[in-house]
């Protein structure tokens, strides 16, 4: 682990954008049935609910400034107990690129690709993840900052000619046309999906300066994403309906492609499909360094690039071998629902008993 990398305010901020923005753009339709029209109201306050943990986090890394969470639980489990922990840390890790590389896969073929082989596009993109995680994790956080930023600007060019011809307020209002268990149930499954930001968190508390301090940083970033990501939601729900924007893939792509500005401009879907673009990149690359840390850790660094090629190779192999979209959106689900919020909340309460033994004993021995 490189103890000297400190990183920005901006860099911070960037890299909890996009390590939120992951799965959730794919699977936030889960929640469709039971929100209705208030699925972009339950998207914003889904991953506002993230912030008591990634704050939590931030926290823990107070008296512990340089080291990861991971580092942290070591010195309270025990080296065999810290590797199990790791070991699970490692298969979510993979679990979630997985799934994000077939997911975004698919959206090529659909589109754009169709007889491009799904292994040359996952290799592709596995490869770039590769060359990303081996070089700095500084400059990786400043390549996150520009892709965020084109990433945005595709975005908001592109469903800017949507307003006003192609918005319809009669889609969207009333908006809370569902129950309160529904609203309740959506919010709760998108917490759980906006919370492969804390995936990321673990690790990267360690390269944040005075993380306690500046838990700022994260909360912004989190505030920031929430209003970009409830806001997407609203368009397309305005732009195809509720009901139909339940029942297709790839909203955004679908939305974009019917806007038309006279006959000369057309073919906006290209600059959404940018934007997930920027998404799978930056999310493979930040599953595959967490993963490679926890897995470094484990093995004592041994051989660190080989290792960081079979990592790449356990998150490869499984997403050839799955090829299906429906799978890798129930897989996103899966993760969502049960596994990767239970498994950071439950992460957090052992360091947290580690910090505060340890703080007992230290306060014990000074008596």
């Known amino acids: 682990m490189l103890k000297n990398i400190k990183l920005t305010r901006e860099q911070v901020f960037f890299l909890v954008f996009i390590g939120t923005l992951g799965n959730i753009v794919y699977c936030h339709t889960w929640i469709d049935d039971e929100t209705d029209r208030a699925a972009w109201v339950a998207a914003f306050v889904g991953i506002l609910l993230v912030i008591p943990f990634a704050v939590w986090i931030m926290y823990l890394g107070k008296s512990h400034q340089g080291e990861t969470i991971f580092d942290i639980l070591e010195s309270g489990l025990g080296r065999f107990p810290c590797a199990v922990v790791s070991a699970i840390y490692i298969l979510i890790n993979i679990a979630v690129a997985v799934a994000m590389l077939n997911m975004f896969t698919q959206l090529l073929k659909a589109f754009f690709y169709p007889y491009t082989p799904v292994w040359v596009i996952m290799l592709f993109l596995v490869l770039m993840a590769v060359l990303f995680a081996n070089g700095s994790f500084k400059v990786f956080a400043r390549t996150v900052e520009l892709l965020s930023i084109l990433g945005l600007l595709n975005f908001i060019v592109s469903f800017s000619f949507a307003f006003p011809r192609y918005i319809h307020p009669k889609y969207v209002i009333p908006i809370f046309d569902t129950s309160l268990l529904g609203f309740i149930k959506g919010t709760v499954f998108m917490t759980g999906a906006a919370s492969e930001c804390l995936l990321l968190l673990l690790v990267m508390v360690s390269f944040i300066p005075d993380p306690a301090k500046h838990y700022l940083w994260v909360v912004k970033g989190l ?43 057309h073919g906006l879907e290209l600059f959404v499909y940018g934007t997930y673009q920027f998404i799978a990149i930056g999310k493979t690359t930040i599953c595959l360094y967490c993963a490679w840390t926890a897995a470094k850790k484990m093995f004592n660094n041994w051989h660190p690039r080989v290792q960081l090629l079979l990592t790449a190779l356990l998150i490869f192999l499984p997403a050839v071998w799955l090829n299906s979209y429906i799978k890798a959106y129930q897989l996103a689900v899966l993760l969502s629902s049960y596994i990767i919020l239970p498994f950071c909340v439950v992460i957090l309460l052992l360091t947290s008993i580690t910090v505060l033994l340890k703080k007992k004993n230290a306060g014990s021995s000074s008596k």
Not at 238 to 249: D, F, N, Q, T, W
Not at 255 to 261: C, D, P
């Open 223 to 265: 505030v920031f994403c929430a209003a970009v990501f409830s806001s997407a939601i609203l368009v397309i729900i305005a732009m195809l309906s509720p009901e139909v924007a339940k029942r297709i893939a790839f909203g955004a792509v679908n939305a974009a492609k019917l806007i038309e500005v006279g006959d000369f401009l």
